[in-house]
């Protein structure tokens, strides 16, 4: 047997085993356009929104691994050309990671492919005229193979148990708040971000600790506070070199103690031109290489609280799937009745109308490049 004969065996050998069928080798994915792939678990009730805002985006094809699901989210991609399902029983813990690098290995080896959960709607400067075929041509030009992301979680005015929100409806016609403060821009504690380099920073902070995460070792002091707002704050400068790097951990290093631990992370980097053999931590927060990482960010906007959260957090703790045996979700599951009689909103909420209310916060970036760059391609800027 040929030596290219041998490595496609291996590979069909390696995705029947961790989808537990063949169907993952033998898709048909096409040669051009940006692919999406997609882990889900019953996931109808936002399946048809979602698919229809990246497919104005642009996303040109969609690999769904469904995870089993049981509300009928697979009977939604009947008749979807643009649409390859992958359906598995094999344990989301174990093979989330798996599934992605897998099929990236297997279809998109120097592809832009972007990664979002159901709940995510990815945008950028220029969204929503610039689509995502002309965001990709700039990364490309630029020498870029990432595009980062933080998470900004989307509410809606009132409590939770009033929402009403059907499939298909706009999630930002139900979640238009989000918070537009107590962020902040950290490395990862420990030896995790030395195995996963990129990104350098992560985004921390938001709703989720204002709400859920608050517990740390120690009050905040005057020189936590000074570290968090200038050093570690959303407009500080991402460290590029080995040796920024390591000054940026040592700076870290006293003001640890006064966050919450463990800390939930609040960005990701959904869109990447994959290389052959990439893993993520997990999830796609992190890289087990360095790339080059645009200047630019764009934001992952989260809609968790729809009028489902209480079924999905109950559904998370049964199944015990997610990171730590899905010990956030018995956060959320703690401050439950409080969310559904009170809602989430707070004197720093702010209503999103367009990315400029994100680039205003500090929780999206447009850089000169960009802008002059779509100046000239007839993208009017944001």
């Not at 195995?195 to 920073?201: D, E």
């Not at 290489?289 to 489902?308: C, E, M, N, S």
Request: with cysteine.
């Amino acid at each position: 047997m040929s030596e290219r004969g041998a490595g496609t065996d291996a590979m069909r050998d390696r995705l029947t085993e961790a989808f537990g069928t063949p169907a993952a080798d033998r898709l048909s994915i096409p040669a051009d356009g940006v692919v999406a792939v997609i882990l889900a678990y019953n996931e109808a009730l936002r399946f048809p929104h979602f698919l229809e805002h990246y497919r104005a985006l642009g996303v040109r094809h969609f690999i769904v691994v469904d995870n089993n699901s049981g509300d009928g989210t697979a009977a939604l991609f009947d008749g979807q050309g643009d649409i390859s399902v992958i359906r598995t029983e094999k344990p989301y813990k174990d093979y989330k990671s798996v599934w992605r690098q897998l099929l990236c290995d297997r279809y998109l080896v120097d592809r832009w492919v972007v990664f979002p959960d159901v709940d995510e709607l990815l945008v950028y400067p220029g969204w929503p005229e610039l689509s995502i075929d002309a965001l990709v041509r700039y990364l490309d030009e630029g020498g870029y193979r990432a595009l980062f992301t933080p998470m900004v979680d989307m509410y809606p005015d009132g409590p939770l148990k009033e929402l009403a929100y059907e499939p298909g409806n706009g999630f930002l016609e139900t979640c238009p708040f989000f918070d537009g403060d107590g962020y902040r821009y950290n490395p990862l504690k420990g030896s995790h971000g030395k195995r996963y380099p990129t990104p350098a920073r992560h985004v921390f902070g938001g709703t989720r600790e204002r709400l859920f995460h608050q517990e740390a070792k120690r009050p905040k002091n005057a020189f936590d506070r000074l570290l968090l707002g200038t050093v570690f704050s959303l407009r500080a400068g991402t460290p590029r070199s080995s040796f920024t790097r390591k000054l940026d951990h040592l700076l870290f290093k006293p003001v640890k103690n006064a966050l919450p631990s463990p800390a939930a992370v609040q960005s990701k980097i959904p869109l990447l031109k994959w290389q052959r053999g990439m893993k993520f931590s997990g999830g796609v927060h992190g890289i087990d290489r360095d790339i080059a990482v645009a200047p630019d960010w764009g934001a992952l906007l989260h809609f968790k609280y729809l009028d489902d959260f209480r079924s999905k957090v109950a559904e998370a703790i049964e199944r015990k799937q997610h990171t730590d045996n899905a010990g956030h979700y018995l956060d959320y599951d703690s401050q439950m009745d409080r969310l559904m009689e009170q809602g989430l909103r707070y004197p720093g909420s702010r209503r999103f109308t367009g990315v400029r209310s994100l680039i205003d916060c500090g929780l999206m970036r447009e850089s000169p490049e960009l802008a002059c760059w779509r100046k000239h391609s007839g993208t009017p800027r944001t």
